[in-house]
């Protein structure tokens, strides 16, 4: 069982950043893939960035890339999504997701997920 609490969430001025935490319990947590993912008002939950167990791999979506960067630190039980050039259409609630790497990359529910942070970006 692990659970994820998010944090670092707030209002920001578009081409500003962000730095969110997502810290986990459990003694497996370097044993699992974790995600970020994020839902504005009326749209669906889409993938942002994955990272396997030990940070060796990353995977991000186009939308993203070259923004945002993942990270973890497995002797911390957290991973990061650092987020630069902010941009409107960036906010959503952030949701980080454990699993395996299949899972994680795809969504499943079968994941464990936080309960979010908002992140607001204006205008």
């Known amino acids: 069982q692990v659970q994820l609490v998010e944090s670092g969430g707030g209002l920001v001025q578009a081409g500003g950043s962000l730095r969110l935490s997502c810290a986990a319990s459990g003694r497996t947590f370097s044993s699992y893939a974790m995600g970020w993912f994020r839902q504005a008002p009326g749209k669906e939950r889409e993938f942002v960035a994955a990272i396997n167990w030990n940070g060796a791999s990353t995977y991000y979506a186009d939308s993203v890339k070259g923004r945002f960067t993942i990270s973890r630190d497995n002797a911390k039980n957290t991973v990061y999504l650092q987020m630069n050039s902010l941009k409107p259409e960036d906010t959503a609630v952030y949701y980080c997701?454990?699993?395996?790497?299949?899972?994680?990359?795809?969504?499943?529910?079968?994941?464990?997920w936080g309960q979010g942070t908002q992140v607001t970006v204006s205008s």
């Open positions: 997701a454990a699993g395996s790497w299949r899972a994680v990359v795809l969504g499943s529910e079968g994941n464990y």
